[in-house]
């Protein structure tokens, strides 16, 4: 058994043994849970793609005479202005008021807020626009001008939803032309199949039960130092399991933040999902100390025993509806083939496995070096106990009166 | 002609080219795990264009030495 402290008096020192996910297999593989959990002080994790639930806060400085902003907008994409005079939220996710969407299908959506980020991380002016109703207090009503972020106040990359502990490989099933998904371009017939994960070098698939990984965690975050800051949205961690305790679904998530101006456009890259949408693929790596048997264990988990569900992304998927196909190991997946009812299917990633090695081999150096400390948790994140699950939108249609609201009328009118 | 054009300063080596192209133009090398291009086996079918994500992938129309297009 080791402690946080241990482990960083050894960082501090530059003593600490850390080896990435991957090299972890063959040393317990070899040596056995109990001699790598004596020899290997911490493992490092990796992973990057498209993370559609990210975005920045930015804090842009007071105009002169001062200003309430009510709408804005960066390099032409909506930026929401509903915090305070002058901070402003940008989704990944936006696009541009004009952007022909999938109005000419399929939408190529070529700029939108992740390229908005990955502008001003690669240090480019970004041009902001401003419009307000005035306010005795802050007169300004209308700001057009160039901002970079080594001038802004604060700018803060905080997403709500990160690093999904597992996810869906999507096929088409049932359509007779190629649909246009977050999850890529899929071909009828299921001729080819589509998935996003880091697999064995993913930061919640070696921390199956969140023992280290939770609220404080100090991690890689887009090619800077971040924070795991509470559990991510749609945070599921009661589905099911492997007897190795690995989810066989979604599962586990992480809301994250990290200081924007120390990040790198290596691993912040705005990216355009034709039919789809924009999004910002996002580069995470999270280390986790190697307290005891049990963790370096689960760190040894490899692509082989790690299932993913394959989901019919023509109907089931958008439909809530049907069971998954079937059940791959991400070792079938890397092969670049899998096999439902016979049929051989053409595998691709939408997530990058060379980048999620060199975000877990650069964790690992950070590490070694000194330079890197471990953050102990001060929460953990629910775990299955917790009995929290997921559930679908029941809607309700309101009437008048029908609602408690602090808007006069009941909220509807 | 039609040619593509691979950027592989922009390429992440996601390999969602890889599962588009049916030529066997882009692969995925076994050693690195990295995407690699062979322009010769490319057939110009634009199948992997809007499955990258990256802005990694373009086609151009080569021109002809009078200077009017050749498609
Ligand atoms: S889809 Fe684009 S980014 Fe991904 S490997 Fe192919 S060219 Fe590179
Ligand atoms: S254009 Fe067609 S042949 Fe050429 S690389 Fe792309 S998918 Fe392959």
Redesign the interface.
């Known amino acids: 058994m080791k402690t946080y402290q241990e482990i960083n008096e050894k960082i501090r020192k530059k003593m600490a043994v850390v080896v990435t996910a991957e090299e972890m297999i063959s040393i317990v593989d070899e040596s056995g849970p109990r001699k790598a959990a004596q020899k290997i002080d911490v493992v490092t994790t990796g992973t ?3 993370m559609c639930s990210s975005g920045a806060i930015l804090s842009t400085g007071h105009t002169t005479p001062r200003m309430k902003i009510q709408k804005a907008w960066l390099n032409g994409v909506p930026a929401y202005s509903g915090i305070a005079a002058v901070d402003l939220y940008i989704g990944a996710t936006e696009i541009p008021d004009d952007d022909p969407a999938n109005e000419v299908f ?1 939408g190529r959506f070529e700029y939108g807020g992740g390229h908005v980020i990955e502008d001003l991380v690669r240090g480019n002016d970004v041009v902001l626009e401003a419009k307000a109703y005035g306010t005795d207090c802050y007169p300004k009503k209308e700001l057009e001008t160039l901002v970079n972020l080594k001038d802004l106040n604060d700018a803060v990359l905080w997403n709500p939803r990160n690093a999904y502990q597992n996810y869906n490989v999507a096929v088409n099933v049932g359509s007779s032309r190629p649909i ?1 998904t977050y999850l ?2 899929l ?1 009828p017939r299921m001729a ?3 998935y996003c994960s880091a697999g064995q070098l993913s930061p919640l698939l070696n921390d199956p039960h969140y023992r280290t990984i939770g609220i404080g965690t100090r991690i890689f975050l887009g090619g800077g130092v971040g924070y795991v800051s509470f559990a991510g949205t749609q945070h599921d961690p009661g589905g099911a399991r492997t007897g190795g305790g690995v989810p066989t679904g979604g599962a586990g998530t992480l809301a994250l933040t990290g200081d924007l101006k120390g990040m790198n456009a290596d691993y912040l ?1 705005g ?5 789809y949408g924009v ?1 910002l ?1 996002v580069g995470v790596g999270v280390p986790i100390p190697i307290l005891d048997e049990e963790i370096a264990r689960q760190t040894a988990v490899s692509d082989r025993e790690i299932f993913a569900p394959v989901v019919d992304y023509s109907h089931d998927y958008w439909n809530n509806s049907g069971e998954p196909l079937a059940s791959v190991t991400y070792e079938e997946l890397r092969s ?1 083939q899998i096999e439902i009812v016979g049929k051989k299917i ?10 999620a ?1 060199q975000i877990a081999s650069t964790l690992k150096n950070w590490i070694a070096a000194g330079t890197f400390a471990l953050g102990e948790p001060v929460e953990n994140l629910p775990g299955a106990e917790s009995g929290r699950s997921m559930k679908l939108l029941a809607e309700r249609k309101p009437c008048p009166g029908s609602v408690g609201s602090t808007r006069e009328g009941g909220g509807t009118r | 002609m039609q040619r593509l054009i691979w950027n592989s300063v922009r390429c992440v080596h996601c390999g969602a080219c890889v599962g588009q192209c049916s030529h066997g133009a882009f692969l995925v090398q076994s050693k690195t795990g990295e995407t690699a291009f062979r322009a010769n086996e490319c057939q110009a079918c634009k199948r992997c264009i809007p499955a990258c994500s990256y802005g990694a992938v373009e086609i151009t129309t080569e021109h002809t030495v009078d200077g009017n297009k050749s498609i």
Do not use: C, D, E, M
């Open positions: 990057f793609g498209p399929p246009y890529g371009v071909q080819n199949a589509n890259r990216v355009s999902i034709t039919g999004s693929a670049g053409k595998t691709a990633a939408l997530s990058s496995h060379v980048k090695r």
